[in-house]
């Protein structure tokens, strides 16, 4: 299972109620999904260099670390809504999945973790003696 934590989620929530709208805007947008053995997330990350993305997992938390690069200070800019500068996100993986396989791709300012199932949590046949017999049942 995958499980997700941020501190301020409940101030954000209770702010939008409030006043009808985001108070701190998702800098890094993600969806997430399970596709048979493996969960898949993907985070959008316009704008940002591959090479500036940095992941690690340190126990069941990953750090998706990224950095978009600052403005031309020469620009004088009429909008200047996107996040600039370093910016992170936090995961915590929950113990079914298997850390030591994580894949990563980024293509098109999308970055996408492919996670498996760990062996230990994949449903699997047990074998029961009954009478000498032995019979297999699903469990």
Do not use: C
């Not at 299972?1 to 409030?18: E, G, N, V």
């Not at 701190?24 to 591959?50: H, K, S, T, Y």
């Not at 800019?77 to 996100?89: D, K, L």
């Not at 949590?121 to 000498?132: C, E, F, M, V």
């Amino acid at each position: 299972m995958l499980m997700r934590t941020d501190p301020f989620r409940d101030l954000d929530r209770l702010t939008q109620r409030a006043f009808g709208t985001a108070a701190r805007p998702a800098v890094m947008p993600m969806d997430a999904w399970r596709a048979d053995d493996q969960f898949i997330v993907e985070f959008d990350l316009p704008g940002v260099q591959a090479d500036s993305i940095d992941l690690d997992v340190e126990r069941n938390v990953l750090t998706v670390r990224a950095e978009r690069p600052e403005l031309d200070a020469d620009r004088e800019m009429v909008s200047a809504e996107r996040p600039r500068g370093v910016f992170s996100r936090q995961l915590f993986l929950g113990e079914n999945l298997d850390t030591e396989r994580i894949e990563a791709s980024y293509r098109d300012g999308v970055l996408r973790l492919t996670i498996p199932v760990a062996e230990r949590a994949k449903p699997r046949r047990i074998t029961i003696s009954h009478d000498g017999d032995r019979q297999p049942i699903n469990a």
